[in-house]
């Protein structure tokens, strides 16, 4: 760090990503991206003249991608943000209701608690339930913005609309953030409830069900006034947050449900098979709902498996956190690919 840096930003403590090695070609299952490829639509208009057409700002307001997210939820356009990757939104949403605090799980997206240093916002971590789950209760009248991501990043627990009305009700007099990340492998988004209740706001991404982590879009669902504040600080940081090519690659995408819909399927069953084949090797594995498990087993330590799979070419993701730190997790691959990993796997465990 420089001595030029401001004081109050000395303790920052960046995120971390995944690694994205250079250097070989690994089987990649370490950062949660689609293995299939964006969407031909998306792919195919990408042409000459919309290269040309970089010489020029993108649309402040994103408007036909975000008329292309209305119909898809059949919301209205002033319900709709749309971000440079999901992350931005979220920064936007610590930047609009970081005031009065805010609270999350111990063990969720580790850019929680990197935004809440960033914007010096206070936030209180709240532990799962021994086998990893969100208990709602823990969140009543929490009088501070609540942040869920629902499947919840690293677990992968789902929590079913009902159990995220029952956190709406209790908390009626703050924000409560869903972040649907990993909604499309097998859950049930809430957008439907933005109407009942003002105080939601319903995060999205492209990079993970519509396979665009590169183009880097998200969007946020919620009343109308949410929007708003939400606007207010995107068009105070960066009107051209989301630039031309990703819009339209975006769009595109959004309206091959087909194609998202086949991708989702194959990612689902592919977990299932996974699920099934780690629990026959005597692994556990934590349910999941998302493109990604959290397994472990007796036989050899988290950070040891990820070694040795890593050696083996293939990436997974390791975790030092104290709770998780026997775990390793795995994203969901092609078939192919879970082929390989399972007799990696078999290979290190001796079986
Ligand atoms: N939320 C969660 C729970 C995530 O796991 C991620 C991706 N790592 C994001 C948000 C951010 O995704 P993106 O910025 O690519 O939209």
Redesign the pocket.
Known sequence: MSKFLAQKLNTLKPYV?GEQPKDAQYIKLN??ENPYSPSKYSVDAIDREQIEKLKLYSDPESFNLRTAIANYYNVNLQNIIV????????AFIFAAYGECGVVFPDI??G?YRVFANLYGVKYDAIPLTDDYKIDVNDYEKANKTVII?NP??QTGDYLTLIQIEELLKNNRENVVVI?E??IDFGGESAVKLIDKYENLIV??????SRSL?GA???FAVASSALIADLNAVKNSFNPYNVNRLSALLAEKAIKDKEYFIQNCNKIIATRKRLVENLKSLGFFVIPSKANFIMTKTEKISGERLYLQLKERGVLVRYFSDERIKNFVRITIGTDEQTNILIAKIKEIIGE
């Open positions: 990503p950062t949660n971000g440079n990757g999901s992350d931005e939104i979220l969720t997206y850019f991501a919840n990043a972040d990340a990993y995060v999205q991404t492209f990079s993970k982590a880097r879009v998200g």
